[in-house]
């Protein structure tokens, strides 16, 4: 009998190579502590998964996050900069390997940073502004 | 509308499969971000006799805001307004994506069981509450008795 193959098709199923982060009852986070979607999927945001929407560490915690998760809450002034799951200062792990992707991932990063510590500043600004408007009024 | 956040969805099928106890949050038919909600009041409070009612509901940013939530029942407490408003940290500056629906009001609930005068909103409640606490305790029960549902 000779058989003959008219058509093929191919597919790859993958997974997120993530460092597991056990909490004291021994279950692994598999979610976004933010959109709660697993990491096989992607952000609210992005369509679909794998490397325009990557998962972060935290270096200071072991929390991990979609990228655009994360960036999006440290963006809100009421973040404060800090993790949302343990309320740390959320530092970002540096990217190990050098690919294309990391080195646009690193860029984002410090994309974010300068504006956060601009926003910073700003905000000092409105404070003190705020501060004295209220004086006006006491007075 | 915009379409709902699985994280929304999410939430609200566990609120519904698996509630917490002396909690409910129904979701509105016409806008699933508006929730009814009943909370009990907590044991061995002056609200112990009482079931509260309450709305909440999810701005689009939600998660990276807190929801809002507001008593519409009546309450005498010192960190609830007179419009309902509730003054709790978490509801505020102390919000974290982390937390959700259930637990937002589960420490609502937790509120109830331990007044703060000292971090009040409704301020001439907070300052009868610390000029003579068991007078206050005795408004908050007789309040719970007029304005909230009875508990079966
Ligand atoms: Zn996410
Ligand atoms: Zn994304
Ligand atoms: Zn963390």
């Not at chain 1, 191919?10 to 021994?26: E, I, K, Q, R, V």
């Not at chain 2, 002396?22 to 009041?41: C, H, K, M, Q, W």
């Not at chain 2, 929801?67 to 509730?86: A, C, E, M, S």
Request: proline share 7%.
């Amino acid at each position: 009998m000779k058989v003959k193959i008219l058509e093929w098709k191919s597919f790859a199923t993958w997974h997120w190579d993530l460092a597991t982060s056990a909490d004291d009852s021994g279950y692994v986070e598999e979610l976004c502590g933010i959109c709660r979607v697993s990491f096989d999927g992607t952000c609210p945001n992005c369509k679909y998964p794998g490397d325009d929407c990557p998962i972060v560490l935290g270096s200071g915690c072991t929390h991990n996050f979609h990228l655009h998760c994360i960036l999006k809450w440290l963006e809100q002034e009421s973040s404060k900069g800090l993790c949302p799951m343990c309320r740390q200062i959320f530092t970002f792990k540096e990217p190990e390997q050098t690919s294309d992707v990391l080195i646009n991932l690193k860029t984002l990063i410090d994309g974010h940073r300068v504006m956060r510590e601009r926003f910073q500043q700003g905000n000092e600004q409105e404070f003190e502004a705020f501060g004295a408007d209220q004086d006006l009024q006491m007075a | 509308m915009a379409a709902l956040p699985k994280r929304i969805i999410k939430e609200t099928e566990r609120l519904v499969s698996d509630p917490v106890p002396g909690i409910t949050a129904i979701p509105s038919e016409d806008n699933l971000r508006y929730f009814e909600v009943t909370i009990d009041g907590p044991n061995h409070s002056p609200y112990a006799d009482g079931v509260f009612n309450l709305e909440l509901y999810l701005p689009d940013d939600y998660p990276m805001c807190a929801p809002k939530v507001r008593f519409l029942t009546k309450i005498y407490h010192p960190n609830i307004d007179k419009l309902g408003r509730i003054c709790l940290d978490v509801l505020k500056d102390n919000w974290s994506p982390a937390l959700q629906i259930r637990t937002i009001l589960l420490s609502i609930q937790a509120l109830l069981g331990a007044p703060n005068p000292d971090d009040p909103l409704a301020n001439d409640v907070a300052d009868d509450w610390k000029k003579d606490e068991k007078r206050a305790i005795e408004i908050a029960k007789e309040w719970t008795l007029k304005y909230a549902t009875k508990k079966d």
